[in-house]
Each structure stands twice: as structure tokens, then as C-alpha cells.
């Protein structure tokens, strides 16, 4: 079984400044990483995905998190953040198994604010 | 392309009233899908997911449930709500190991 851990549940950061929101996460077979970020009163969004390759996973609206198989992490990162990038983010994984159905474990969320 | 439609976008109900949230998937054949809730404050609960019409998995025990009457509509109901059914219930269908989830449908059980 697969569990996430997103130690920040609360992240306020000053626009334009960089932003790390961690993900870390327990698996016992290989894993398939997700960031997701809700907007107040919307679905969920898919930001970007980890399945296999480079570590290094680049997302939509600047975002980008890399694979730490060492350390079982997959943080968020943007160099420099938007009003527009408050929100509520999301950590997930699955596992990498020979079914056709495979469930998605999400963490608690972080919820980023962005200071203006 | 693919959207993913839910209806109502809110409801509320009284206490003991039944349910029934819909979700349809458009663009694509079949799609694993997928029933979520999301109360105040707190993380996402899968409810149910399906892999195929007619097949329902459940996640949790309780006073819900689901039917994929068609390969691309999933729906979930209750004969009686309880209060601690309000929530924020999102749908989501699955492509090539991701989820794409509808807009969601608030409930509130009064």
C-alpha cells in the first residue's frame, strides 16, 4: 500500500518570491507521482506527472517537481509565484502494478498563499 | 478532446431525502471512473470507482452508492442522506495514468 505525506499544510509566500511545497511518500513497489491544484469551488486540476524517465517533470503554469527516489520525494517547485497561484496543491501517487486498475492516493493538500 | 461534465453544480437537501449526483464523460470509450468527497478542510475520500458498465467497486461502507448504467455516465445515490454527507463530491474519469476530475457538486444536508 502507498501512502503520501505533505508536511506543510499551510505555505504563505510573497509574490514573485520562489515556492517549495514538499510531497513525500511510501510505497513498497515502484510508484507513478501526481500535483494536483484546486481552486476554490473547482475540480481538480492535474499539474504534472511523474510515470518514468527524467526525474526532472516540468508542468503546466511554470510548475515543475522532481523524483527523489533516495529521499521518496516529489516537490513542487516555481521559481517565482502569481496571485493567481493561490490555491489548494495536492500530492498523489499509485502504484506501478499489472492491473488495470491501480488507486490513487492523495495527501492532506497544502494550501498556498500568495502576499501581495 | 475530452471534458467531463457533473450535475447539479449545488444541492441542498433535508436530512433523510435521497440523492442522485450525475457525471458523463465526453471524447473518450472506457474510461476507469472514479467518485471522490472532499469535506471541509480535509483531503479527498475515494467513495466508489468503476472499470467497466455495471462493475462498481466500493471504497468505503456507507449509506451511498453507485451504478454505470452507460460506458461513460456514473452515477451516485443515496435513499436517505445523513447530515455527515455534505461535502464536495467530484467525479473523475482516468487516461494513461492520470485523473481528470469534473467541476464538482456541493452538497448540503440541513
Known amino acids: 500500500a502507498q501512502s503520501v505525506t505533505q508536511l506543510d499544510s499551510q505555505v504563505p509566500v510573497f509574490e514573485e518570491a520562489p515556492v517549495e511545497l514538499r510531497c513525500n511518500y511510501s510505497s513498497s513497489v515502484s510508484v507513478y507521482l501526481f500535483w494536483y491544484v484546486q481552486y476554490p469551488n473547482q475540480g481538480l486540476q492535474l499539474l504534472l506527472k511523474?510515470?518514468?524517465?527524467?526525474?526532472l517533470v516540468k508542468g503546466i503554469n511554470g510548475f515543475e517537481a522532481e523524483f527523489n527516489k533516495s529521499q521518496t520525494s516529489f516537490h513542487l517547485r516555481k521559481p517565482s509565484v502569481h496571485i493567481s497561484d493561490t490555491a489548494e496543491y495536492f500530492c498523489?501517487?499509485?502504484?506501478?502494478?499489472?492491473?488495470?486498475?491501480?488507486?490513487?492516493?492523495f495527501g492532506p493538500g497544502t494550501s498556498l498563499s500568495v502576499i501581495p | 478532446s475530452q471534458t467531463i461534465h457533473q450535475w447539479p453544480a449545488t444541492l441542498v437537501q433535508p436530512v433523510g431525502s435521497p440523492l442522485s449526483l450525475e457525471c458523463t464523460v465526453e471524447g473518450t470509450s472506457n474510461p476507469n471512473l472514479y467518485w471522490y468527497r472532499q469535506a471541509a478542510g480535509r483531503g479527498l475520500q475515494l467513495l466508489f470507482y468503476s472499470v467497466g458498465i455495471g462493475q462498481i467497486s466500493s471504497e468505503v461502507p456507507q449509506n451511498l452508492s453507485a451504478s454505470r448504467p452507460q460506458d461513460r455516465q456514473f452515477i451516485l445515490s443515496s435513499k436517505k442522506l445523513l447530515l455527515s454527507d455534505s461535502g464536495f463530491y467530484l467525479c473523475a474519469w482516468e487516461r494513461t495514468r492520470g485523473q481528470y476530475f469534473g467541476p464538482g457538486t456541493r452538497l448540503t444536508v440541513l
Open positions: 498523489a501517487v499509485s502504484g506501478v502494478m499489472k492491473t488495470s486498475y491501480d488507486k490513487v492516493i
Open positions: 511523474y510515470l518514468s524517465g527524467s526525474t
